[in-house]
């Protein structure tokens, strides 16, 4: 079945980076595009960015610029996404959810929680 | 880009029906249409409900369904069931090439 299996939860120090990563499955992996989108403890979604598998391209939030890095490795169907500089406001789950070609999310992994604490 | 505008919560009653709205710019839910509609459940990922404004994925009810007036979009369920409760968000693409969420809308069913 379609599936979105993302790595284990995360502590860093701010300042540091995190590196979460979400694998595919079940599907054409460099047909559909994959968004990452967080939410902060009791607090709403928000978009941050997305890559195409097929040529690596991406698009980012204006709030993330320059912290925020996308990228996939199309041999073992996973994409990947870094934030730099970590601060306490980063402390978040962090999602990858897949567009379904009309600019909408329809698979979503179960999620990566990153906690940014001294 | 600003969240777009929802109501913080709603409720209803066991059968009843409730709408949650959503409103934008025309820059965003105006301007194209690229809706969806969410739900979460406490500590879960969320689901797609609906798409492209009114469109339902398969394995959703139809109790579900989706409109948009200029900048205003709208999720209404119909026959509310217990397991409805839960947070809603609406998303849209946006005129910058990005994506944007509503603030989300906690579901109480009485």
């Known amino acids: 079945q379609v599936q979105l299996v993302q790595s284990g939860a995360e502590v860093k120090k701010p300042g540091a980076s995190v590196k979460v990563s979400c694998k595919a499955s079940?599907?054409?992996?460099?047909?559909?595009?994959m968004h990452w989108v967080r939410q902060a403890p009791g607090q709403g979604l928000e978009w941050m960015g997305l890559?195409?598998?097929?040529?690596?391209?991406?698009r980012n939030a204006q709030k993330l610029q320059g912290r925020v890095t996308m990228t996939r490795d199309t041999s073992t169907s996973t994409v990947y996404m870094e934030l730099s500089s970590l601060r306490s406001e980063d402390t978040a789950v962090y999602y990858c959810?897949?567009?379904?070609?009309?600019?909408?999310?329809?698979?979503w992994g179960q999620g990566t929680m990153v906690t940014v604490s001294s | 880009q600003s969240a777009l505008t929802q109501p913080a919560s709603v409720s209803g009653s066991p059968g009843q029906s409730i709408t949650i709205s959503c409103t934008g710019t025309?820059?965003?839910?105006?301007?194209?249409?690229?809706v969806s509609w969410f739900q979460q459940h406490p500590g879960k990922a969320p689901k797609l409900m609906i798409y492209d404004v009114n469109n339902r994925p398969s394995g959703v009810s139809n109790r579900f369904s989706g409109s948009k007036s200029g900048n205003t979009a709208s999720l209404t369920i119909s026959g509310l069931q217990a397991e409805d409760e839960a947070d809603y968000y609406c998303?849209?693409?946006?005129?910058?090439?990005?994506?944007?969420f509503g603030g989300g809308t906690k579901l109480t069913v009485l």
């Open positions: 025309s820059s965003d839910v105006g301007g194209y249409k690229y």
């Open positions: 959810a897949r567009d379904n070609q009309e600019w909408s999310f329809d698979i």
């Open positions: 079940g599907y054409t992996f460099t047909s559909y595009k």
């Open positions: 998303s849209s693409y946006t005129s910058s090439i990005t994506w944007v």
């Open positions: 890559i195409n598998p097929t040529g690596g391209n991406t």
